[in-house]
């Protein structure tokens, strides 16, 4: 039993750094290739777990390879267009100005249904009002509206608007996040302090607190009561 959970905890903690080192995209924006890689890793690592008998290295070594295999395929996949063409394909336009492109669509063999799905979560229901539907490489459905059907931007209304200010995260769970600290230029003992003013005597009782660039607070406690306030910066910095 000692031994199984070694092997898994091993091969778990290698899993996750070669799938760290092959890049942070999500599964819906992984190309073919990667995806096959993704899915093999997976199978191979599962039989030093399943069988004792089966040496780790036997589940690490091939796993390793495969990764490298991928990141120099996406190597490639950078440095020539052809070898990408060959590997991911090319975008599909299935609809334009506003209608479909049903020998394309019947070419690649993407359903009706899912292609209404897509229009959905893009929010997008009147074929007419688009202007092009692109599939992605990936998978992913690219929904782009005529001019007169997309959202209204302050630019084309002439307003004056401002930048949203950019929260970071200085307390989670009760623990102080280095990099929003430090992001902020803030040193734990003066948010500490700053805390008390709110009524509480340690951090564990603050479940969130995030301040912007300019020095806005938001705090929410375990209890579920939230703060706002205001920082000085200049005071503020360690």
Known sequence: MVNLIFRTVIVYSLLIITLRCMGQKQAGQLQAHEMVVT???????????????????FGILP????????????YLCRKSLHIRTYLCGTPSVLIHNGALQYQEINRIGYPLTDLMEQLR???QTDITAIQYAILETNGQLSVLPYADQAPLTPAQASLVVTDAAFYSAVLIDGCFHKSGLAHLHLSADALQKFICRF????????????????????????AGNTHTATLSMERSHA
Not at 39 to 49: K, S
Not at 63 to 72: P, Q
Not at 199 to 222: A, C, W
């Open 121 to 123: 979560i893009a929010g």
């Open 199 to 222: 009524g509480y005597s340690s951090p564990k009782e603050v479940l969130i607190m995030t301040i912007s660039d300019t020095g806005d607070v938001f705090l929410q406690d375990r």
């Open 63 to 74: 796993a390793l390879i495969l990764a490298l295999m991928c990141s120099f395929i996406n």
């Open 39 to 57: 899915l093999l890793i997976a199978e191979i690592a599962t039989v030093p777990i399943d069988d004792n008998d089966t040496p780790l290295l």
